[in-house]
């Protein structure tokens, strides 16, 4: 990620301060979610027999079940299953494994059996056993209801074993149903994963920050107030649009995101059916390579037109160039990131003086070495490489969906290959 890793090293960050992984090392302990933490950690001491937290997606729910999961990881036997799409069988077999049970026989009363005696040799050790499913809402009611007959293994003490159900709150109307009234009066213990206040996201924002190595980067007054609005309190949401507007603060090269590089990132967002789906309860994660890509193309175009006195900025993807004279951004980056329209192309012909100024294009190299690939990607084989002060001609241009850039260029024995835009400069 080439971008990410200039905007680290430009802010002084040790790491990605908004990334998108459930990273435990990232808990922002909110009331809320320290609420949800203690009612799982009740459970297990308490050695009640479900528990049940549920969270709109983006709460933070994976996230709490990861702090939970570190916090007694040394002191309890846990098994995590984070695909409940399985038959009743599949299921226990990966809790199974998980926990570390060897079978010898596979039926499932063998399996079963091997499951008791493994309870009862922990609870005779004093060490609890917890299955923790994550994305519970998509097991099938028939797992949901075995679990219940699972959990009925008890002492006449306690439960045997501790069952942790992470899902979003449609589960709860399921539960609520006929078919799993019984399992939904053995839930004891219940947690809510609710959106940050405006006050929260705030602290989670600069809490966050100050986790990556804080470094030079400085949150202006009022901005998680928008963002705060932006994302209703989702610490995803919240996550996308501060890394939008840190990318836009970057591209300016300040160590300040004010509200109008959030009122940028926010902009773009809105635009963005997908993220609107997010907002709309949907799972961000499969919008997130489009989203990437609009994010780090729509930034690149802002760029452009913020610098739009100077000549000869190199494009971004599309051969058509950025509107020198125009006021309006979104219009300019739209040229700059979709590409030309019929009638573009046409006017285009026309602007030979474009076209040749397009052509004549140089790029000189400027370290001491520089690979020359086979494609636009760091994975590509290495054809060749050019010292430093050796000039090629630009024959094209290639924009990675990190915002890395690369240019086409021919070598001596007429191959085509490409160069990296860091180690050149481009007139
Ligand atoms: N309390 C928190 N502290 C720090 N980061 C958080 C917190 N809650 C959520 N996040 C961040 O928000 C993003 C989404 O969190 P997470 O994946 O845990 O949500 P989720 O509720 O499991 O979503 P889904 O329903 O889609 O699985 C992650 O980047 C995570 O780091
Ligand atoms: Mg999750």
Same mark, same amino acid.
């Given at each position: 990620?080439?971008?990410?890793?200039?905007?680290?090293?430009?802010?002084?960050?040790?790491?990605?301060?908004?990334?998108?992984?459930?990273?435990?090392?990232?808990?922002?302990?909110?009331?809320? *979610? +320290?609420?949800?933490?203690?009612?799982?950690?009740?459970?297990?001491?308490? =050695?009640?027999? #479900?528990?049940?937290?549920?969270?709109?997606?983006?709460?933070?729910?994976?996230?709490?079940? +990861?702090?939970?999961?570190?916090?007694?990881?040394?002191?309890?036997?846990?098994?995590?299953?984070?695909?409940?799409?399985?038959? #009743?069988?599949?299921?226990?077999?990966?809790?199974? @494994?998980?926990?570390?049970?060897?079978?010898?026989?596979?039926?499932?009363?063998?399996?079963? $059996?091997?499951?008791?005696?493994?309870?009862?040799?922990?609870?005779?050790?004093?060490?609890?056993?917890?299955?923790?499913?994550?994305?519970?809402?998509?097991?099938?009611?028939?797992?949901?209801? @075995?679990?219940?007959?699972?959990? +009925?293994?008890?002492?006449?003490?306690?439960?045997?074993?501790?069952?942790?159900?992470?899902?979003?709150?449609?589960?709860?109307?399921?539960?609520?149903?006929?078919?799993?009234?019984?399992?939904?009066?053995?839930?004891?213990?219940?947690? =809510?994963?609710?959106?940050?206040? *405006?006050?929260?996201?705030?602290?989670?924002?600069?809490?966050?920050?100050?986790?990556?190595?804080?470094?030079?980067?400085?949150?202006?007054?009022?901005?998680?107030?928008?963002?705060?609005?932006?994302?209703?309190?989702?610490?995803?949401?919240?996550?996308?649009?501060?890394?939008?507007?840190?990318?836009?603060?970057?591209?300016?090269?300040?160590?300040?995101?004010?509200?109008?590089?959030?009122? %940028?990132?926010?902009? *773009?967002?809105?635009?963005?059916?997908?993220?609107?789906?997010?907002?709309?309860?949907?799972?961000?994660?499969?919008?997130?390579?489009?989203?990437?890509?609009?994010?780090?193309?729509?930034?690149?175009?802002? %760029?452009?037109?913020?610098?739009?006195?100077?000549?000869?900025?190199?494009?971004?993807?599309?051969?058509?160039?950025?509107?020198?004279?125009?006021?309006?951004?979104?219009?300019?980056?739209?040229?700059?990131?979709?590409?030309?329209?019929?009638?573009?192309?046409?006017?285009?012909?026309?602007?030979?003086?474009?076209?040749?100024?397009?052509?004549?294009?140089?790029?000189?190299?400027?370290?001491?070495?520089? +690979?020359?690939?086979?494609?636009?990607?760091?994975?590509?084989?290495?054809?060749?490489?050019?010292?430093?002060?050796?000039?090629?001609?630009?024959?094209?241009?290639?924009?990675?969906?990190?915002? $890395?850039?690369?240019?086409?260029? $021919?070598?001596?024995?007429?191959?085509?290959?490409?160069?990296?835009?860091?180690?050149?400069?481009?007139?």
């Amino acid at each position: 990620m080439g971008v990410q890793m200039d905007i680290l090293e430009f802010y002084g960050l040790k790491e990605d301060p908004f990334k998108l992984t459930p990273d435990p090392m990232f808990f922002f302990p909110s009331e809320n *979610h +320290n609420e949800a933490l203690s009612s799982l950690s009740y459970v297990v001491q308490q =050695r009640e027999g #479900f528990c049940l937290v549920t969270g709109e997606p983006g709460t933070g729910k994976t996230t709490v079940l +990861n702090v939970f999961k570190n916090s007694w990881k040394d002191r309890a036997e846990i098994a995590l299953i984070l695909t409940p799409r399985l038959s #009743f069988e599949e299921f226990l077999l990966s809790v199974l @494994e998980d926990l570390n049970v060897k079978l010898t026989k596979t039926n499932k009363n063998d399996i079963l $059996k091997a499951f008791r005696d493994f309870l009862i040799e922990k609870s005779q050790m004093d060490m609890p056993v917890i299955i923790i499913v994550d994305e519970a809402q998509n097991l099938h009611d028939e797992t949901l209801e @075995e679990l219940r007959l699972l959990s +009925n293994l008890e002492t006449d003490k306690e439960k045997l074993l501790q069952i942790v159900l992470i899902a979003q709150p449609e589960l709860e109307g399921r539960l609520r149903g006929s078919k799993l009234r019984q399992l939904n009066q053995r839930i004891t213990v219940r947690a =809510r994963l609710n959106p940050l206040s *405006h006050n929260e996201t705030l602290e989670y924002l600069n809490y966050r920050l100050i986790k990556a190595g804080k470094g030079f980067l400085k949150l202006d007054k009022g901005v998680s107030g928008l963002i705060s609005k932006f994302s209703s309190g989702i610490p995803r949401i919240i996550n996308i649009a501060a890394s939008r507007a840190i990318m836009s603060a970057y591209l300016e090269g300040s160590n300040i995101v004010n509200r109008k590089h959030v009122r %940028y990132a926010i902009r *773009h967002l809105k635009g963005d059916a997908m993220v609107g789906e997010i907002k709309r309860r949907s799972k961000l994660i499969y919008a997130l390579p489009v989203i990437i890509l609009f994010i780090i193309t729509g930034a690149i175009g802002y %760029y452009l037109v913020e610098q739009k006195g100077i000549p000869d900025l190199p494009k971004v993807e599309s051969p058509v160039q950025v509107p020198q004279d125009t006021k309006d951004t979104t219009q300019a980056i739209k040229g700059a990131t979709e590409g030309p329209s019929p009638a573009e192309t046409e006017q285009k012909d026309t602007k030979g003086v474009e076209d040749q100024k397009k052509q004549k294009r140089t790029a000189t190299v400027i370290v001491n070495a520089a +690979n020359l690939r086979s494609k636009p990607s760091l994975d590509s084989e290495r054809i060749s490489w050019a010292s430093k002060g050796v000039v090629f001609e630009v024959k094209d241009e290639f924009t990675e969906i990190t915002g $890395k850039k690369w240019y086409k260029v $021919k070598i001596s024995d007429n191959r085509e290959c490409w160069i990296a835009d860091r180690v050149v400069t481009v007139q």
